[in-house]
């Protein structure tokens, strides 16, 4: 990048903004997944999928650095990572442990 060329941040800074989003509508994509399965009756396989979505996230907020996570950070990052892991985790064993056909 050239001395005189200011940030992207500063030169457009709508842009920067969405593409700093991108992990959070990755996730938010294939949670979309999981509820249109849930939507055509294979909730199982949507839960499953959502779960997986959580626990995506939280390991995105793991590994990204802050200026790249977005909306991901919450809180501090290890509150983040365990939350959302928990509740990814709990949703993904819960609907496989629940009987059915």
């Known amino acids: 990048m050239s001395e ?3 940030p992207l941040y500063v030169r457009r800074p709508f842009l920067a903004g969405l593409l700093r989003q991108l992990p959070l509508v990755a996730v938010l994509l294939v949670v979309e997944v999981g509820l249109a399965l849930v939507v055509v009756e294979r909730w199982r396989l949507g839960l499953v999928v959502m779960g997986l979505a959580l626990i995506g996230a939280a390991l995105l907020r793991l590994f ?3 200026r790249r996570v977005g909306f991901l950070a919450v809180r501090s990052r290890l509150t983040d990572v365990l939350l959302t892991s928990g509740a990814g985790l709990a ?3 819960i609907a496989v442990a629940i009987p059915g056909p």
Request: net charge positive; proline share 22%; charged share 10%.
């Open 4 to 6: 005189g060329r200011p």
């Open 64 to 66: 990204l650095p802050v």
């Open 91 to 93: 949703l993904t064993v």
